[in-house]
């Protein structure tokens, strides 16, 4: 198996605000996810924007007109998942608000989706929204244990 790369970056565009990510803890998470999936972890690059950008970006690349909490460009070789992840901070806080969840845990859902996807999981059968869905759970689970039930996501 090919030597793990394991480079997580996080870059915010100027007009919203970082989050306040445990970049430690979710590189760990990132990585056991992806080791459930036999993935290893190489080069993954998450880009927070707002609504307007990840708009622009559905329709120049993906020839889609909406909004959307994530966009997941795939550059993985086989067993290495790699990719870039454009999050659109202002769509995940609204779901956060639909759904009726913390803004900390919708964003913490959104990142790992992009890594289920990268470790080839699907979304667009409603079987699989409801396996991703599980997947997401169960991934959002055990970075509660990692972070220590009832601690905060953020720093």
């Excluded at 993985?76 to 969840?101: C, K």
Aim: proline share 3%.
């Amino acid at each position: 198996m090919p030597k793990e790369i394991d480079l997580i970056a996080y870059y915010t565009d100027e007009d919203v605000e970082e989050p306040r990510l445990r970049e430690k803890t979710l590189r760990n998470w990132i990585r056991e996810v992806a080791a459930d999936y036999d993935r290893q972890v190489g080069e993954l690059c998450y880009q927070f924007c707002g609504d307007e950008r990840i708009l622009q970006t559905n329709q120049d690349f993906l020839d889609h007109d909406y909004y959307t909490d994530i966009i997941t460009f795939d550059e993985s070789e086989g067993e290495v998942i790699s990719g870039d992840m454009l999050i659109s901070l202002d769509t995940v806080r609204s779901n956060a608000e639909l759904l009726g969840t913390e803004y900390e845990e919708e964003l913490h859902r959104v990142i790992i989706h992009g890594v289920l996807h990268l470790c080839g999981l699907k979304d667009k059968t409603p079987e699989d929204e409801l396996q991703m869905r599980q997947a997401e759970d169960k991934a959002l689970r055990r970075l509660h244990e990692l972070v220590g039930e009832g601690e905060p996501l953020f720093d």
